[in-house]
């Protein structure tokens, strides 16, 4: 770590290890940030026995923690009994909490820093959507924002889908806008990041040229890498899904595009690692449509379990209509498999014809044709599928690695140190480059803890709803 650096107070609502897919982020924001300066992170209470139990835990860096539980709690329990099959709902509800942080935080760290807190830096990392607006600005510091993902816009065609999703309530994102109106804390800040073009588009007019572009996840490339020896041929084409089983993951076009393939005569098997509310009602269209000896249902698995899978399998789908982000695209893409994703959202900013297929969807017919299509393109050219893999592996190592994105300086991002406190110095952040391959939905307030399960963020209860309402 380098002592000298300007010391960094980062907020991270949400933060820890096995938490979810923000979660995740804000944990890893903290130990890169924490081996390179002095750094302190303030995040929620309900965060504190993942973290004191984490064994790469920073040693020696500060962690604040934030107690509303008495808000937090009560949200959402009524948020689930209300809406027990809408996760967009229970985040549209369990998000007031957000607030409430924001104001007990500013309290306490003002106290800190006039009995003489070194901070000379401030970073929000998480929540990652512009609906979580803050007056932590008041504390004089500059402020970064982000990466922010949020932003985008409901899909033409899928009506049946977003309703099931309870999207009707992002009428209620009004209420943030105004109160971001009256705080100001964009038009505060030092710099913002912005991870997809939808989340640049929701910025206010006069802020969209200034953000600078960063993807807010990045993959453990050690972790999610391509297995030792190469995988075996065994004449079916191993097809793999992980993520939550909610409306906007759109399984049944894929399962409709096996049952074209199947047709044909050909021999797939698609494996489906995570859990959901709709998993009986997607379980019954597979049995009608007579999927039951090529559909394997593995339920939920933890981080090692989905790392397995996605080393036995030949090529990674995800057919989210409504996909923010898709970091589970980076981490099969970091397993060495090619992708297939919808150009819609984060995925179409994720996948290429380099390492995958970008398929258009219009409508749900067209959408599950260019699945199948995709899925015999993958299984009559195996050096084609081959090479994907292997494009889509270095691009991660290039690019996404955790360390490449703490690592890599970008003066077009730095922020300047306080000058009343301590000399000007940037802070050392890397920008996307040339890979506007944008990430993750706006995963934006976590689940109560009650839920929590150390399972992998792409599907594990914990992870946070993804609001189309940011």
């Not at 027990?84 to 935080?105: G, I, K, N, T, Y």
Request: proline fraction near 8%; charged fraction near 20%.
């Amino acid at each position: 770590m380098n002592t000298s650096a300007a010391p960094l107070l980062l907020v991270a609502y949400q933060c820890g290890p096995g938490l979810g897919s923000v979660s995740q982020i804000g944990w890893q924001w903290f130990c890169g940030m924490a081996a390179r300066r002095p750094t302190c992170l303030v995040t929620h209470v309900r965060n504190r026995a993942a973290i004191e139990a984490a064994p790469d835990r920073p040693a020696g860096a500060r962690v604040i923690y934030i107690d509303t539980e008495w808000l937090a709690g009560p949200l959402y329990r009524l948020a689930k009994r209300l809406f027990p099959r809408s996760e967009h709902a229970v985040f549209m509800l369990s998000q007031l909490d957000w607030f409430a942080f924001d104001a007990s935080a500013l309290r306490q760290l003002r106290r800190e820093l006039a009995a003489g807190a070194p901070w000379r830096l401030l970073h929000l990392v998480t929540p990652v959507t512009l609906s979580a607006a803050t007056r932590l600005h008041r504390l004089g510091l500059p402020l970064l924002r982000g990466p922010l993902n949020c932003g985008l816009p409901v899909p033409a065609g899928f009506d049946a889908v977003m309703r099931s999703e309870s999207l009707g309530l992002a009428r209620l994102r009004l209420l943030p806008r105004l109160v971001e109106g009256l705080w100001g804390s964009l038009r505060h800040s030092a710099a913002i990041l912005v991870a997809t073009r939808a989340t640049r588009d929701a910025l206010p007019a006069r802020l969209r040229g200034q953000a600078q572009s960063m993807l807010e996840n990045a993959v453990d490339t050690a972790r999610f890498a391509p297995p030792a020896q190469a995988r075996r041929d065994s004449g079916a084409l191993k097809v793999l899904f992980v993520g939550r089983l909610v409306a906007v993951k759109a399984l049944p076009l894929l399962l409709d595009a096996l049952a074209v393939l199947k047709a044909q005569g050909r021999s797939i098997e698609l494996e489906v690692i995570g859990d959901g509310p709709m998993r009986e009602d997607w379980q019954r269209h597979a049995r009608q449509l007579q999927l039951d000896g090529c559909v394997h249902w593995r339920g939920a698995r933890d981080a090692a379990g989905v790392v397995a899978a996605m080393q036995q399998a030949d090529v990674f789908c995800l057919p989210s209509v409504r996909e923010s982000g898709g970091a589970v695209l980076l981490e099969a893409m970091s397993c060495g498999l090619p992708v297939i994703g919808m150009d819609f959202g984060g995925p179409a900013e994720i996948v290429d014809a380099e390492v995958g297929w970008k398929l258009p969807m219009p409508d749900p017919q067209t959408a599950t044709a260019g699945l199948a299509l995709a899925l015999a393109q993958a299984q009559d050219e195996p050096a084609a599928r081959l090479e994907r893999g292997r494009r889509a592996r270095a691009r991660m190592l290039a690019l996404h690695s955790w360390s490449a994105r703490m690592d890599a300086p970008s003066s077009s991002t730095a922020v300047t140190a306080s000058p009343a406190r301590q000399p000007a110095e940037p802070l050392a952040l890397a920008p996307d480059r040339g890979c506007r391959r944008g990430l993750q939905s706006c995963n934006n307030f976590p689940v109560h803890p009650a839920c929590n399960a150390a399972m992998h963020p792409a599907f594990t209860a914990h992870s946070t709803p993804r609001s189309p309402s940011c």
